[in-house]
């Protein structure tokens, strides 16, 4: 019969924190693995080695055995440290782990991997670190007026080089949502904000070579157009001497 193991799953890259053992050296970083082959996403299977303090030495916190089972690497890690999350406490280390079909709750035939479960509580959310989407999406498009869905991540990108209206078709359903959208153009072209944004910002006209960024926030049925940073034009410096 399969036995059952606890899973993790790495949230950002995690060469540095992987390491092999042995009683002479003690915790030393895993030689086999690199920034290449540790990334962001990656499940670790424990293997049943522990390394505790007091028993084994130069260990100063418990220590987890895992493996890879893309790459077949097998190290040490700090289970509880803040770049691996747990995945999974009841899932044999012999089974793969399949794809995820339903990844926003909407089927998708080709599946995508998994990448952990969802937060949904009522308390706080307190970290030490930064809230980042996992991705950017562009949605750019050669037409004149292009119809967005807004619910699939936090960044967006667009790059316009004719006169363009951007609608909000899908807008996020979590009222206090933060939606930024980077905005390039050829200097001339101008993106109007309509369907489903209001706000003060109505339109913009990125100069050629940079970008604005335009930050919004949502209602749960309109997008709200908060700022925008500067379209990237040279500033005169102003500034004042002061003699001591």
């Known amino acids: ?67 890879d089972a893309v790459t077949l690497i097998s190290g040490f890690i700090d289970s509880n440290a803040g770049i691996f999350a747990l995945y999974n406490a009841h899932r044999a280390p012999e089974l793969t782990d399949g794809l995820d079909f339903n990844p926003r709750g909407t089927s998708q035939q080709e599946g995508v991997a998994h990448k952990g479960q969802s937060v949904y509580t009522l308390g706080d959310v307190v970290a030490g670190g930064q809230f980042y989407p996992i991705n950017t999406q562009d949605i750019s498009d050669s037409t004149p007026i292009i119809n967005a869905d807004f619910s699939q991540t936090s960044n967006y990108t667009i790059t316009i080089t004719q006169d363009t209206e951007l609608n909000a078709l899908v807008v996020p359903p979590n009222k206090g949502t933060m939606i930024y959208l980077s905005v390039s153009g050829n200097g001339v072209a101008k993106l109007t904000l309509n369907i489903n944004f209001d706000g003060v910002i109505q339109e913009v006209v990125p100069y050629a070579g940079s970008k604005i960024v335009i930050s919004m926030f949502s209602d749960g049925t309109i997008l709200y157009p908060l700022s925008q940073s500067t379209p990237g034009v040279p500033q005169t410096s102003i500034y004042e001497i002061v003699v001591f």
């Open 1 to 67: 019969m399969a036995r059952a193991a606890t899973q993790y799953i790495s949230t950002r890259t995690f060469n540095n924190a992987f390491y092999s053992y042995d009683v002479n050296s003690g915790l030393t970083l895993n030689t086999s693995s690199t920034s290449d082959n540790c990334p962001p996403g990656r499940i670790l299977k424990e293997t049943g080695r522990k390394l505790y303090p007091g028993i084994h030495p130069s260990i100063k916190t418990i220590m987890t055995g895992v493996y």
